[in-house]
């Protein structure tokens, strides 16, 4: 696999775990494409939690420019 990736949708538990785990408040979560506000955690799309994060709305685009940024980003 090329990727792993978290879909984070299902619950709001694994959002928040995530979050602390990269130090990222629910305030400041934005999405790493479109820059649009996430903070109610309504429209998450994906989290790719590996390196540093990439956070994508649920804008099928976002998810795919957050998943090319990643294909760019492997060593």
């Known amino acids: 696999m090329l990727?792993?990736?978290v879909v984070?949708?299902?619950?709001?538990e694994n959002i928040?775990?995530?979050l602390r785990l990269h130090d990222v408040t629910k305030e400041d979560l934005k999405c790493s494409?479109?820059?649009?506000?996430?903070s109610d955690?309504?429209?998450?799309?994906?989290?790719?939690p590996?390196?540093?994060?990439?956070v994508c709305c649920d804008k099928f685009e976002c998810i795919v420019a957050c998943r090319d940024e990643l294909?760019?980003?492997?060593p």
Do not use: M
Request: with cysteine; hydrophobic share 45%.
């Open 33 to 38: 494409i479109c820059n649009k506000d996430l």
């Open 8 to 12: 984070t949708r299902p619950k709001e």
């Open 16 to 18: 928040e775990a995530i």
């Open 50 to 54: 590996y390196g540093s994060a990439l």
């Open 71 to 74: 294909i760019a980003r492997k």
């Open 3 to 5: 990727v792993n990736f």
């Open 41 to 48: 955690l309504k429209h998450i799309g994906v989290i790719f």
